[in-house]
């Protein structure tokens, strides 16, 4: 069975400051991984997933991950945290060859990522 | 365009009673999925429908929880005897067919007392 493990669930960082959130999955097949965001009060939002090709991702807001096979790991990066960066942030996983039935996606716990000023 | 929206966005209800949560999907997406958000923990998949049928709900955790998408399109998740143990954020989410990629709904938050 598939399964996610985000280390931390509480990260703090200053502004500016380099942006590190960990994420490692356990999956029999070579997964698609993804990386959602929650702000207080709103629903998911996709930062980047990766799915096939280029290791190296990049999403939006500056964020990028990398897809590890060696390390089943897919961490999250940004180089400079801004402000508006604080919220929680999920890792999940599908398999794409679940049956050709669904995608339905397996979560992490989340991290809640703190910036200071 | 319209994202997916959820109605009510708040539910407090009584333990024992019914409760219905709406999802109106992204129009046109085909599969739309309904997941459960505890305090504390990441989103756990209850059921995927593509089309009008129910393709997978293994995450259902009792026979107390049903869903239906009649036309296709809006779906409705049914909780029937409420517990206490069911408060949580019920997230809806859709996509279209052959798209790996999930559109979220802000959820609903439901309270039993």
């Known amino acids: 069975a598939q399964s996610v493990t985000q280390l931390g669930s509480h990260v703090s960082v200053s502004e500016g400051a380099l942006v590190l959130l960990r994420c490692n999955y356990s999956?029999?097949?070579?997964?698609?991984l993804f990386w959602y965001v929650q702000y207080p009060n709103q629903g998911l939002q996709l930062l980047l997933k990766?799915?096939?090709?280029?290791?190296l991702v990049k999403g939006i807001n500056g964020f990028e991950a990398e897809f590890k096979k060696s390390e089943t790991s897919f961490h999250l990066t940004k180089p400079s945290a801004h402000m508006s960066d604080a919220a929680e942030y999920f890792c999940a996983v599908s398999d794409p060859n679940y049956g050709g039935a669904t995608n339905k996606l397996i979560f992490g716990t989340g991290t809640l990522l703190a910036v200071q000023p | 365009g319209a994202g997916v929206s959820q109605t009510p966005s708040n539910k407090v209800t009584e333990k024992g009673k019914y409760v219905e949560l709406r999802c109106d999907p992204i129009?046109?997406?085909?599969?739309l999925y309904w997941y459960r958000q505890s305090l504390g923990q990441g989103p756990e998949f209850l059921i995927y429908?593509?089309?009008?049928?129910?393709?997978?709900d293994s995450g259902l955790p009792n026979d107390r929880f049903f869903a239906v998408r009649p036309e296709g399109s809006v779906s409705t998740l049914k909780i029937q005897r409420t517990e206490r143990g069911d408060s949580a954020v019920y997230l809806c989410a859709s996509s279209p067919v052959g798209v790996d990629t999930q559109y979220f709904g802000p959820g609903t938050r439901l309270t039993v007392l």
């Open positions: 429908f593509q089309g009008t049928g129910a393709a997978d």
């Open positions: 999956s029999s097949v070579p997964p698609y």
């Open positions: 990766y799915t096939t090709g280029a290791t």
């Open positions: 129009s046109g997406h085909t599969a």
